[in-house]
Structures are given as structure tokens and as C-alpha cells.
């Protein structure tokens, strides 16, 4: 009998003091920052890769992300069907949710655009997209690698 008094008097102090603080810390968790456009900003290297038309396709990306709702960029490399193109500038929009969902609009230099659907994670420091449009399976990943003038 006294074995149960000391073990049912433990727990209930064990509740009592880490009990109290782990329903605090869920609380913290729920009530984090939501992601706005300055959820991404600074440089970002993206690499990609899937099929457009039914022809093999990748890239590598280099973009900066203003905080704002613009990118501005430059696709590195980009190979389609094996055929390779290296330095196509891009610009576009990109619009972060509070929920974190991101949807963006990228126009490359020879004029065509590509659709963006995805979310970003890591507190900013990482998206994951895939291009939504027709005929196309591009899924993208992105992580910064310089904010506010720091390298990462």
C-alpha cells in the first residue's frame, strides 16, 4: 500500500511540473509565426527536375527572393531533351500564405512562362514546388544560401 501512495503521489507531482510546461510548449507551437512573402528571402539555389512535353528536363537555378513578392534570377543550366542552355535570366511573382503555401510566376528571357504551386518550410530557408502547368511534371527544391549578406 505504501509503494502505491509513493508512485501515485510521484505521478502526480510529475504531472503537475511537466505536465504544466508540456501543455505551454504545445501551446508555443501552435501560436508560431505564419509565413508572409518575407518568409523567402535572399539567394536561393533550386535545383529541378521532370518532363515537359514528354522530353526529359532539368535545371539548376540561382534566385534572389525581395521579400516582397519578386524573383529575379538566373537559370544556371538547363537541359530538355538532352539539349542544353546555360544562363537564361528570369524574373517573376511569388506570393507566400500564412498557411505557408506558395504560389509563384517565373517569365525567362525567351518569353515563356512557367506556373509555380508548392510550400515553403525550414523557417524560409527551403521551398519545395511543382510547376502546374499543362503537359508538365516539374518538381523543384530550393534552399537559401545568402541572407541579409550572410552565407549559409
Given at each position: 500500500?505504501?509503494?502505491?501512495?509513493?508512485?501515485?503521489?510521484?505521478?502526480?507531482?510529475?504531472m503537475?511540473?511537466?505536465?504544466?510546461s508540456?501543455?505551454?510548449?504545445?501551446?508555443?507551437?501552435?501560436?508560431?509565426?505564419v509565413?508572409?512573402?518575407?518568409s523567402l528571402?535572399?539567394?536561393?539555389?533550386?535545383?529541378?527536375?521532370g518532363?515537359?512535353?514528354g522530353?526529359?528536363?532539368a535545371?539548376?537555378?540561382?534566385s534572389?527572393?525581395?521579400?516582397m513578392?519578386?524573383i529575379?534570377g538566373?537559370?544556371l543550366?538547363?537541359?530538355?531533351a538532352g539539349?542544353?542552355?546555360t544562363?537564361?535570366?528570369?524574373?517573376?511573382?511569388?506570393?507566400?500564405n500564412?498557411d505557408?503555401?506558395?504560389t509563384?510566376i517565373?517569365?525567362?528571357?525567351?518569353?515563356t512562362?512557367?506556373?509555380?504551386?508548392?510550400?515553403v518550410y525550414?523557417?524560409?530557408?527551403?521551398?519545395?514546388?511543382?510547376q502546374?502547368?499543362?503537359?508538365?511534371?516539374?518538381?523543384?527544391?530550393?534552399?537559401?544560401?545568402?541572407?541579409?549578406?550572410?552565407?549559409y
Open positions: 500500500m505504501k509503494n502505491f501512495k509513493f508512485v501515485t503521489t510521484f505521478v502526480l507531482l510529475f503537475s511540473v511537466f505536465g504544466t508540456m501543455y505551454v510548449n504545445t501551446q508555443q507551437a501552435k501560436a508560431e509565426k509565413c508572409s512573402n518575407r528571402f535572399g539567394a536561393y539555389q533550386t535545383q529541378g527536375s518532363y515537359l512535353n522530353n526529359t528536363y535545371l539548376t537555378v540561382l534572389t527572393f525581395d521579400g513578392g519578386n529575379t538566373t537559370i543550366v538547363r537541359s530538355l539539349n542544353v542552355i544562363n537564361v535570366p528570369t524574373e517573376g511573382t511569388y506570393k507566400v500564412s505557408c503555401s506558395v509563384a517565373l517569365k525567362r528571357s525567351d518569353g512562362t512557367a506556373n509555380y504551386s508548392g510550400v525550414d523557417n524560409g530557408d527551403k521551398y519545395g514546388w511543382t502546374t502547368d499543362f503537359n508538365t511534371v516539374i518538381n523543384l527544391q530550393g534552399e537559401r544560401v545568402i541572407k541579409k549578406g550572410r552565407h
